[in-house]
Structures are given as C-alpha cells and as structure tokens.
C-alpha cells in the first residue's frame, strides 16, 4: 500500500491520522478553538492531525440551508489558523475553478462524495499536486474508486487517499462495509480514511435537513481501525446542538479525547 508523505509525517505508515474539525465554518473562533484544542489532543496521544473544516456546503438538503462562509472568508481563516497553531489543512472543493486558489492554502483537497464522478474536478484537483482525499460516493461500491483514482493518476498525481462514508441502504439510511478497508488497501493500494461522523449520517432525517445517530459514531471509529484503516474523520463542533450544520452526528469537542485515545490504542495493536 501507498503511503504519502505530508509535513513531517506519514500517513498510511505507523501512526494514526486524523481529519477532524467542524462541518461548515460557522466563525474564525469556533475554527480556531476547535483546531487549537484538537492539535493538543493529537500531540498529547502522538496522533497524526490535519484540521477539517469547509468554507462551502454545497450539497445541502434544502436552498435555505447553512452552507458556510465562502471560499474568500474561509480561505483567509484557514490560512490564519495554518500559519498560528502549524497544523496541515483538508478543506472541500465542489467547482473546478475552486482547486488553485484553495491549493494556495490547503495540504489536502477533499472531494465530495456525491461529486467523486465528476471528471472535472478530479482532473482540476489533481493538477494543484496536493494530495487528493477522495469521498467515496454513497451508491458505489469500493472497487469503483479504482476508476476514480485512475482519472487522478491519469492526470499526473497518485497522492490519493480514499475516504469511506457508508453506502446507502434502502431509505434514509448508510451501511458500512468493512470489507472495504481490505478491498481499498490492499487490493486497490490505497490509505483508506474511514469517516465515522458522516457514516451516522440520516440523509433526509429532518426533512429539509439530515439528522444522526452521533452514539454509534465511537463504536464505527474502533471497528475501522480494528479492520486495518489507516486514519480517521470526524467532524467535532463545541456544541453540536447549536451547530448550523450535521450537528446530529458530530462530536462533543470536549468529549472526544476518549474515542481518539481508544482508536490510537487500537491501532497500535493491528499495525
């Protein structure tokens, strides 16, 4: 299996990785305390940490949805917080034109999962040369990423990391298939980032807005750590009850230091 080099790490190598922060951005304050206090947490459990947050939503449930900041605005607090607290950016791109002015900032570009088909922007996201987290579309099967990740490779960058978020099961409902871990890894050769937040996701469970089962998102973590996933993502707010966006299946900011620590030590069995 590939693994890639970003800052002074590794990922897909002998420590866990970990893709964490809010849903959309709803403040430079809430980023950054986020940020800060996750870095302190993935020092103190020597945890690799790469902070996630999305300056746009695209994909929202309803046209009167929160989406976030804008590209400009979150541009400029991530660039602030990647500069002040030294931590390696992912953030979501969803047009083609976004990939250069987002790589000016970003150490990894992430692409959406119902978007992960979309020739374009893989071929725009590629050309920056960051590392290229691809979401796994919801209605493909794991195999499927081969020809996603060709399109990359095709285009002059094999820095890819392939995120698993669930596939959909009937109505309103995401299933996991830990299979995919071995499938992705070892079959396909690729670091494989199990999303633990988004895979408790509800599509639609509000109506006008998804909704969660933010319980069962521990209890995922350590399952794909378990099978052999190489790094971790989460989506963690201060209080997810009052966030804007997906606040049904984040995490407590404060409370998940516990989850992170028994991944790690999961992890640290299996590797």
């Given at each position: ?9 590794e990922?897909?190598k ?5 893709l ?19 870095k ?20 929202r ?53 119902f978007l ?14 960051k590392?290229v987290?691809?979401?796994?579309g919801?209605?493909?099967?794991p ?6 990740a ?11 990391l ?6 959909s ?9 830990m ?8 079959d ?14 509800i ?12 319980k ?10 378990a099978a052999?996933?190489k790094?971790l ?12 966006c ?16 028994i ?9």
């Amino acid at each position: 299996m590939k693994t890639l080099t970003l800052n002074n790490f590794e990922i897909g190598k002998d420590k866990l990785t970990i893709l964490a922060g809010p849903c959309a951005m709803e403040s430079a304050e809430i980023c950054y305390k986020t940020a800060k206090k996750l870095k302190e947490i993935c020092t103190r459990l020597n945890i690799n940490f790469v902070f996630k947050t999305s300056f746009d939503k695209a994909n929202r449930s309803s046209l009167s949805s929160y989406r976030g900041l804008g590209m400009k605005e979150g541009l400029k607090i991530l660039s602030d917080i990647k500069k002040e607290l030294n931590v390696p950016i992912v953030t979501d791109i969803h047009e083609p034109s976004q990939a250069e002015p987002t790589a000016e900032v970003t150490d990894i570009i992430q692409i959406p999962a119902f978007l992960c088909r979309q020739t374009d922007l893989l071929v725009a996201a590629a050309k920056t040369n960051k590392i290229v987290n691809i979401k796994k579309g919801q209605f493909l099967s794991p195999y499927q990423m081969k020809s996603i990740a060709n399109k990359l490779i095709e285009s002059g960058n094999d820095k890819i990391l392939i995120t698993e978020r669930g596939t959909s099961f009937g109505y309103n409902n995401l299933v996991v298939d830990m299979r995919g871990v071995q499938i992705i890894q070892n079959d396909l050769g690729y670091p494989m980032i199990f999303d633990a937040t988004h895979s408790v996701q509800i599509p639609g469970g509000h109506g006008t807005s998804s909704s969660g089962e933010r319980k069962f998102v521990p209890l995922l973590a350590k399952a794909a750590i378990a099978a052999g996933a190489k790094g971790l993502f989460f989506e963690i707010h201060p209080n997810p009850d009052l966030a804007l966006c997906d606040g049904d299946n984040m995490l407590p900011l404060d409370n998940c230091e516990e989850t992170f620590y028994i991944c790690n030590q999961i992890f640290k069995l299996v590797n």
